[in-house]
């Protein structure tokens, strides 16, 4: 299989999952709609945990010490939390979402919000996941594309159960798959192995507090710009390399 086979596996997997959901969606009452988004909230919430958890990872604590994780995760937040709302991005990536709609669908104001929410939810957790970072970079080092394989069956049961709560906006999603996971695998081919256990731990835990966010909304226990927290994927690394380099 040919380096990339993962991404456009789980591309497909997108679409089809949310063309089904489009299928069936209409047949679905509000009520099973609303019950099926808060499974899938509580199965993020379950992806979320497990991801966070990395915070507390023998190879970070060895690299940093025991108490430097939580603050190398807490810093990275409010920092990347900074970047992201001075750079706007949630606000950003929903004009994004806005646009593709007014391209890929016709309606009223409410279908417009609808569209942007299924967009945005969907990209978020389609793409900050765990198996997004590891498996793309895997793939881009010549590990193979087992983790994005495996991603893409997970996420094709979710494309379906979203789009017959979001609509389309949700198969528009695959645009942020190809986009991420795509770059992600390129720059793993361009660079090797070039993050060490501690600082991929790092930021695992970090997006796993970012996901918990997605989960949030997905529960409507809260809903906040979970997009302008991005930044902190890439500022995790980095605290972790400082705090290495000052020990």
Request: with cysteine.
């Amino acid at each position: 299989m040919f380096v990339g086979i993962g991404t456009v596996t789980n591309v497909a997997a997108v679409v089809a999952g949310s063309g089904l959901g489009l299928l069936v969606g209409h047949r679905l009452g509000l009520n099973v709609r609303t019950t099926v988004t808060s499974a899938l909230g509580l199965v993020t919430l379950l992806i979320a945990g497990q991801s966070a958890v990395a915070v507390s990872d023998g190879a970070l604590t060895a690299a940093v010490g025991d108490s430097a994780p939580m603050l190398i995760v807490l810093g990275s937040l409010v920092l990347g939390g900074i970047v992201g709302s001075v750079l706007r991005l949630e606000q950003r990536i929903e004009g994004f979402g806005g646009w593709l709609q007014t391209r890929l669908s016709s309606g009223d104001d409410d279908a417009r919000d609808r569209f942007v929410e299924g967009f945005v939810i969907s990209s978020l957790v389609f793409c900050i996941g765990p198996l997004t970072i590891l498996g793309s970079l895997n793939e881009g080092l010549g590990n193979g594309a087992d983790q994005l394989l495996l991603k893409s069956t997970l996420d094709a049961f979710a494309a379906l159960a979203f789009a017959a709560s979001f609509g389309i906006g949700v198969m528009a999603s695959a645009i942020s798959v190809g986009v991420i996971q795509g770059s992600l695998t390129v720059l793993g081919a361009l660079l090797g192995s070039f993050l060490p256990d501690a600082h991929l731990s790092a930021l695992t835990a970090t997006g796993g507090l970012i996901l918990i966010g997605v989960a949030m909304r997905l529960l409507d226990l809260r809903t906040f710009a979970v997009a302008d927290l991005l930044p902190a994927l890439v500022i995790a690394p980095i605290l972790c390399q400082i705090v290495v380099v000052a020990r």
